[in-house]
């Protein structure tokens, strides 16, 4: 496990608190985004990228034609290269929302029993078959042209259809399942909460600690120990979330984004994000192309 953890990515996505949903929808030649985790669930479609290879949990394989995979929370997943020339582009929509979008009291419920369920299988990861595909992928393509409430409205139809859909496979074996907890922590929860809603400001060890009855030393232990991370590291990557999102969604100038996400100077943003991205931030706006949508 810890030579696995030096390898693979955690992401901070642009989710932010009252964020429903994401989506990006996009078009690309390669796939050049690493092996990663994030807390949130993510439904990746994908076209015209046959050959590529999928990794899941500990479940590895070839890709088809078209693609689409639920992945859970913490999951590790990414897409490779492989065997696709890259001749073609290919089209990925991904969206992502969190784990207390609906919460636990509305999918008790009756009707939605089925996308609770859904969502626990989601923690194998689970492979759509192509008759599903064929089924909802208009509305996977519609659901990054629509606005306002009527784009969760097809968003929660979306996840029933996949709920109720036939012939599902789940990409990760029970004992790989078991070892993802390993990541789960209501105290780093807790204290990833608290950073998100205050990486724009100096926060220090110390504080952060105490907020769960901890020492520093327990702390940084108990931080390293869950995510593979130091604490300072953990929190570069949560600005570097927020920072990515405003690069993305706003006209702000690179400077202003800087220092609004918590970052003491532009010369040093420049190098951690280049560090991070393998890109600077404005080479980032620059590649980063297509539709991207949170509600």
């Known amino acids: 496990m810890s030579d696995l953890k030096e390898n693979i990515h955690r992401e901070i ?38 050959g590529a290879r999928r990794i899941v949990g500990d479940h590895i394989d070839e890709i088809a034609q078209k693609e689409l995979v639920l992945t859970g929370p913490n999951l590790y997943h990414g897409w490779e290269n492989y065997k696709n020339s890259g001749k073609q582009d290919f089209h990925e929509i991904t969206i992502q929302f969190s784990k207390d979008v609906f919460g636990e009291t509305l999918l008790d419920r009756n009707l939605l029993k089925v996308v ?30 629509t606005n306002g409430f009527d784009s969760f409205l097809q968003f929660q139809s979306l996840l029933y259809d996949l709920a109720i859909s036939r012939d599902q496979t789940y990409l990760t074996n029970m004992s790989f399942q078991n070892q993802n907890d390993f990541y789960n922590s209501e105290r780093i929860e807790k204290v990833y909460g ?12 110390e504080e952060v600690a105490a907020l769960i009855n901890m020492t520093v030393i327990s702390f940084s232990r108990l931080i390293k120990q869950r995510t593979g991370k130091s604490f300072v590291e953990f929190l570069i990557e949560i600005r570097l979330g927020s920072a990515t999102r405003m690069l993305i969604e706003s006209n702000e100038n690179i400077t202003t984004i800087c220092y609004d996400c918590g970052f003491n100077n532009i010369s040093n943003f420049n190098r ?24």
């Open 13 to 50: 996505t642009p989710l932010k608190k009252n964020d429903c949903f994401l989506i990006f929808d996009r078009k690309r030649k390669v796939f050049n985004f690493p092996i990663h985790f994030h807390p949130e669930f993510e439904l990746n479609y994908i076209q015209n990228a046959k």
């Open 272 to 295: 951690i994000f280049k560090k991070y991205q393998n890109c600077t931030p404005s080479e980032f706006r620059t590649s980063f192309s297509g539709v991207k949508n949170v509600y």
């Open 194 to 205: 608290f950073l998100k809603e205050n990486y724009h400001r100096k926060i220090k060890i």
């Open 116 to 145: 609770k369920t859904l969502l626990q299988n989601a923690n194998r990861g689970i492979l759509f078959s192509k008759q599903t595909i064929v089924q909802v992928e208009k509305k996977i393509h519609n659901l990054s042209k």
